[in-house]
């Protein structure tokens, strides 16, 4: 299982780095020019970066998985000092190359020739933080020239986080704040989903993708803000499942998010309406914002649209389309932790405990499950086929304790292993440490002194 992860994760930056190759209309000039690009930002050759694209177009996600593996568990390719020099030759000049942070390292004499490979130096980096584009993403300042807009509906998504009205929702009525998520289309201005949420955190975030999927497809790619709630390693794994080419905003740099955050400035004026309104329920203000979003947004004209609405603009559209179906959806929006069982055969997760099985008392196993039903839960543990966990009811009396597995059951003896053992090692050191010579005997032979 931890090797299957670990190969979704190698397709996931495999696929996040050809995406903007994939896109459809895309000339051999301009082609040519992203391959470049693609290449001296990843330290990729231009050999690798093809047979990526080649083995996506043949087999989709599944191939760019690497392959030929033999599931043992490799040692660690890169000694951790190293890693760390290399981190900070980085750090020092965020333009060097990987190719030349190993010859640097070489010449230190800190590795030796040979040492170090340049795919897996560079995947290293990318895991802690440090490859090109990381590093590119917090150095490069500016602001973008001239506007620009898709030509057809989900093309690209846009969305942000808003912070909403306070409400009584919280223990006792006290009054909690709620936010806005929205999901935008760059070409319609449509707004694909929207809704206020108790939380903030990743889970407001797939909640608001997976309706907006449903509802409308999948995006070719979509462009979110740089907050935590969206980077996230099940972003990177979902927009991949999807064939979606995931981007994020620059840091501190809203005008690159323009038409959501225009959105959000029209937004205000509901909010207002609100503190006139004073819903006493989240459900009550999704309702209200419902209305409000359908009425003076969607079906109203857009001077950016030439005064057509966004969803006439969004329905009008010739583009297909394209839908999944159900059961390739939701495992793409399935999460996977770890969990040790405990001695009753039983794992804690989410602040509930779940039957897993006494077999695997002390073990440790995968956890698949989706976050918007946690009733049942998937266990994966190597050699065994997956199997489902339920949450631990517990009544009023306890059950009788369950019989432990033959394997865990003490076994009878009828001696002492250790002793015999040291009864041996014992007589061993007597014959060991007796003289040669017994000087007592040869001066009882002798009558007298010796």
């Known amino acids: 299982m931890r090797d299957q992860k670990k190969a979704e994760e190698i397709a996931v930056q495999r696929f996040q780095l050809i995406a903007p190759l994939l896109e459809e209309g895309l000339d051999a000039g301009k082609a040519k020019e992203l391959k470049t690009q693609i290449c001296k930002m990843s330290g990729l050759s231009e050999r690798t970066i093809r047979r990526y694209v080649t083995q996506y177009r043949k087999e989709g996600f599944e191939g760019l998985k690497p392959k030929g593996h033999s599931g043992k568990v490799k040692k660690e390719a890169i000694p951790p000092h190293l890693l760390e020099q290399a981190i900070l030759l980085r750090k020092e000049a965020p333009t060097r190359s990987v190719s030349q942070i190993i010859q640097i390292l070489e010449w230190e004499g800190l590795a030796q020739p040979g040492q ?15 490859s090109s584009r990381q590093m590119r993403l917090y150095t490069q300042t500016g602001v973008a020239a001239r506007r620009f807009q898709k030509r057809h509906r989900n ?5 942000d ?5 306070y409400l009584p929702i919280g223990p006792n009525g006290m009054k909690k704040q709620v936010y806005l998520v929205v999901i935008i289309d760059d070409a319609t201005r449509y707004i694909l989903h929207g809704a206020f949420y108790p939380t903030l955190d990743s889970r407001i975030i797939e909640d608001a993708f997976r309706h907006a999927i449903q509802k409308y497809g999948v995006p070719e790619a979509v462009y979110f803000d740089n907050g935590k709630q969206y980077r996230t390693k099940w972003m990177s794994r979902t927009c991949s ?13 809203a005008e690159s998010k323009g038409k959501v955050e225009r959105f959000n400035r029209i937004v205000d004026s509901f909010l207002g309406e609100i503190a006139l309104e004073k819903p006493h329920s989240l459900d ?26 966004p969803e006439a603009a969004f329905r009008s559209d010739t583009k297909a389309l394209r839908f999944i179906d159900a059961e390739k959806l939701a495992h793409a ?14 794992i804690s997760f989410m602040d509930q405990k779940y039957e897993v099985g006494l077999p695997f008392i002390g073990r440790k196993v995968d956890v698949v499950y989706d976050p918007s039903d946690l009733e049942e ?22 059950g009788r304790r369950p019989a432990l597995p033959t394997h865990l059951q003490a076994h009878q003896a009828h001696s ?13 050191r007597k014959v060991e440490q007796a003289p040669a010579v017994s000087f007592r005997a040869v001066w009882k032979e002798d009558g007298g002194n010796v």
């Not at 839960?377 to 009396?397: M, N, Q, S």
């Open 161 to 165: 986080i808003k912070f909403g009205p």
């Open 155 to 159: 093309q690209l998504w846009q969305s």
């Open 284 to 309: 009550q203000l999704n309702e209200l914002f419902q209305v409000w979003l359908s009425e003076c947004y969607q079906n109203k004209p857009h001077s950016g649209l030439d005064n057509v609405s």
């Open 377 to 398: 839960l998937t266990i994966e543990y190597e050699g065994h086929p997956p199997w489902k966990a339920k949450k631990l009811v517990i009544g009023e009396r306890a």
């Open 116 to 130: 170090l490979k340049r795919s897996t130096l560079q995947e290293k980096l990318t895991e802690r933080g440090y």
């Open 241 to 253: 499942k999807f064939g979606t080419r995931l981007l994020y905003a620059k840091p501190y740099a």
């Open 333 to 346: 929006f399935l999460h996977c932790e770890t969990r040790k069982v405990d001695k009753s055969g039983c």
């Open 416 to 428: 002492s292993r250790l002793l015999k053992a040291a009864t041996q090692k014992y007589e061993e």
